[in-house]
Every structure is written in structure tokens, then in C-alpha cells.
């Protein structure tokens, strides 16, 4: 079963000006993660504004990502996952999600708790108990401020102990519950991945025995999350320290106006392919945009 640690990319969905999706420039970013040496990409979360995208044009994004990542893989000999996003608040709709990203040559279903409905305890531990029947590795995603309802270390345990549920991306916030999860589950599954889903939570997660992050910041800054990542993984947190306090006040600007709304603008400012948002998200704010810039110069990106 594969291993997750290391840097990821949450990538955004690039936009064309009349608002559909900028293929060519998703490829082109999806290129950039893999050349600046990023561990994995994972389309089709929050970052990439999915639930605004139509199934068709998911599609062709899982299909660049795969093919992109297969291109580099065997012309450096690695291997770089593609972790795609597959959740849904209907288990239905999240198999069938799964199905395709697995039918199309992902590596990982990135599964996020159901949203809205606010379902028990068991019926989250159903709900992925579904899904990772499909076959294809899955990682939980905990964020309790989007979805309503955090899982609990308690549900996670149990759903580590299924077949196919290989770690969770945890951006609850709360980094003693993240901690329980080390202590409890990586004791009996070692191979657990536990990544964090907050920047600027990244380094003290790997500090208590973490994995890595889910990355926001590295849609624009790839090399140096990585950078800061392994250097931590490697136990040396004396240089991982120096780049994350470089970084630290971006971590903050990135997410100053909401998320993807603030990493498009950092990214479309600094010249690189993002384009728009698709409503109900909406440009950042005149004074977010100075907090943006401001910390791009402050951390000199």
C-alpha cells in the first residue's frame, strides 16, 4: 500500500476570463509542481474550488494530473502520487467519484468528511467504510470548519483499521487532537499517514511525528515547502525552522480573503496561471490584495 509523506500540492483550478476552465494552464502548473520537485499533486480538493466544477471538466483535469505525473515518473525514475479529490456529502456520488479517479490511473482518493448533513459518528465511519471498498487508497480529510463535524480520533481509528484507508489529512486546527491521532493509531499502523492541512501547522505536526502537508503555499512556492518539509522529516529542524519563519507571514496572507480566492490572486500577481474564481467566491478584497503582496515581499517570493 503506498506511503504518503512528504509535500502536496493542493492545486488550484485555473481559470480562463470568461470563466471556464484554463486546461493548458493546469497542465502547465502540473508540470511546474513536478519539476520544482514537489512529493505529490492533489487536484480536485477545496484548493481546486471543486465543488463549483462540472464532472466533465473534472474529468480532464484527473486525466492532465495522471498523464503529467506518469511523463515524469518514468522519465526520473520516481514516483510522484496523484491524490485526487473524490468526496461528496452523498456516499453514492463519493464511490462513484472514487471509482473514476481509480479507472483513470490515481494513486489516492482524497475523501472529505459529508458536509451539510451532519451525519452520526457511525454514519461517517459508513460513509468511508463505502468508499474504501472501491479499492483505490484513501485519505481521510478532517476539517470540521467547512464540513460541521470533525471526526474523532475515536472514528478515525476505526476507520484506519479498514482495508484501503492509508492516512488522513487533518486540518481540524487542533493540533492536540492530531497528536492523539500519532499517539494512537501510527502506534498500531506505523504506515498511517498523518498530513497536515494548515501551512502553517506543517512544522510543528512533523515535530510530534507528522508526515507532511497538504499545501496551499506550495501552489506558488513548491520548492521551499518541500524544501522546509524534508528538511524537517529529516530531522533537521534548525534550516526546516529558518523557511518556515520566511514563510510564515505568506502562510497567514494566503488564506487572509479565503481560500482559493487569496493563493489565485498571490499566484495571478505574481504571474503565474490562476485566472478567476467561479461565484459564490468572489475577487479578494482592495485591502486583502496589500496583505497579499505585502507578504510576497516580506518573504521575498
Known sequence: MIKLRGAFTAMVTPMNADGSVDYEGFRKNVIFQLESGINGIAPLGTTGETPCLEESEEEVMIKIAVEEAKKYNE?????????????????????????????????????????????????????FEAVAKVGIPVLVYNIQGRTGKNISTSILARLADLPNVIGVKEASGNINQMME????????????????????????????????????????????????????LDGNFAEARKIHYRLLPFFKAAFVDGNPTSIKYAMNYKGMTAGAVRLPLVEVTDEAKKVIEKALKDCNL
Open 181 to 232: 491521532v500519532i499517539e494512537k493509531i501510527k502506534s498500531k499502523h506505523p504506515d498511517f499517514s498523518v498530513l497536515s492541512g494548515d501551512d502553517g501547522l506543517t512544522l510543528p505536526l512533523i515535530g510530534v511525528g507528522g508526515d507532511g502537508v497538504v499545501s496551499v503555499v506550495s501552489n506558488l512556492a513548491p520548492s521551499l515547502v518541500t524544501e522546509m518539509v524534508t528538511d524537517a
Open 75 to 127: 522519465k526520473t525514475g520516481k514516483k510522484v502520487p496523484v491524490v485526487i479529490g473524490t468526496g461528496s456529502n452523498c456516499t453514492k456520488d463519493a464511490v462513484r467519484y472514487a471509482e473514476r479517479a481509480k479507472k483513470l490511473g490515481a494513486d489516492v482518493a482524497l475523501v472529505v468528511t459529508p458536509y451539510y448533513n451532519k451525519p452520526s459518528d457511525e454514519g461517517v465511519f459508513r460513509h
